[in-house]
């Protein structure tokens, strides 16, 4: 098993440039979660989706769109990318009903 | 509204010593109550959980401490190895069962 996974694991982005943010579990979870890292700041979650066809926001989803294609899939877009969404992106999935997130080795993007 | 905390925001102690970190949290619908180690450069992971009907829960030199009715939970490390070093998260549920937010984590530095 794969587990998570994210691409991609590097981009740089121009300021106004449109990405989409990839991620795929391979565990049957239902839950999944998109956080950012930014130092000092731990992890804060933009969206979450508890089931296929479901999406919800989190503590900082502005700026962000998400798309729950299937199952499997989760994806995080950045319609306008602008230089504060730099930062370490990570995807997450959990089964439930434990707190026991899994998550992907993380995206870093660079917007200038 | 939703809120983790975590203290202290960093911690240095000397190979060998305890540590501990304690997180607090506003409102939950958590039935277990986790901490994650997320070492420099890779993903967090889970390092113990507590469900919330128990009081302690140790796993060799690792152990949670849950007060419910204060809201709030700790990890205790004792013997420090200098592979502890890490940055150490808190989680909980938000109002929303599926809704899990993290601390803004807690960096410890073991001095050998």
């Known amino acids: 098993n794969a587990g998570v996974t994210q691409t991609p694991k590097f981009q740089v982005l121009k300021t106004g440039q449109s990405m989409t943010l990839q991620c795929a579990q391979d565990?049957?979870?239902?839950?999944m979660y998109w956080y950012r890292q930014d130092p000092g700041m731990g992890l804060r979650l933009i969206y979450y989706?508890?089931?296929?066809?479901?999406?919800d926001k989190g503590e900082v989803p502005n700026g962000y769109n998400v798309s729950r294609l299937n199952k499997r899939e989760f994806s995080l877009r950045l319609e306008s990318a602008a230089p504060s969404q730099t930062s370490v992106y990570f995807c997450?999935?959990?089964?439930?009903?434990?707190?026991?997130?899994?998550f992907g080795e993380g995206s870093r993007l660079t917007v200038l | 509204g939703e809120n983790v905390e975590q203290h202290p925001s960093t911690l240095s102690v000397q190979e060998g010593d305890s540590a501990v970190i304690k997180c607090t949290y506003s409102?939950?619908?958590?039935?277990?109550f986790p901490w994650y180690k997320q070492e420099l450069g890779k993903r967090p992971q889970l390092i113990i959980d507590?469900?919330?009907?128990?009081g302690e829960k140790k796993d060799q030199r690792i152990a949670v401490t849950l007060n419910k009715t204060a809201k709030h939970f700790s990890l205790h490390i004792t013997e420090t190895q200098p592979e502890d070093s890490a940055v150490y998260f808190c989680?909980?549920?938000?109002?929303?069962?599926?809704?899990?937010?993290f601390g803004p984590g807690t960096s410890l530095s073991v001095i050998p």
């Open positions: 997450a999935s959990s089964p439930g009903p434990r707190l026991e997130l899994f």
């Open positions: 989706s508890a089931s296929e066809g479901t999406t």
């Open positions: 507590i469900r919330s009907n128990v």
């Open positions: 565990m049957n979870h239902n839950s």
């Open positions: 989680a909980a549920r938000g109002t929303s069962y599926d809704k899990v937010i």
């Open positions: 409102d939950s619908a958590s039935n277990y």
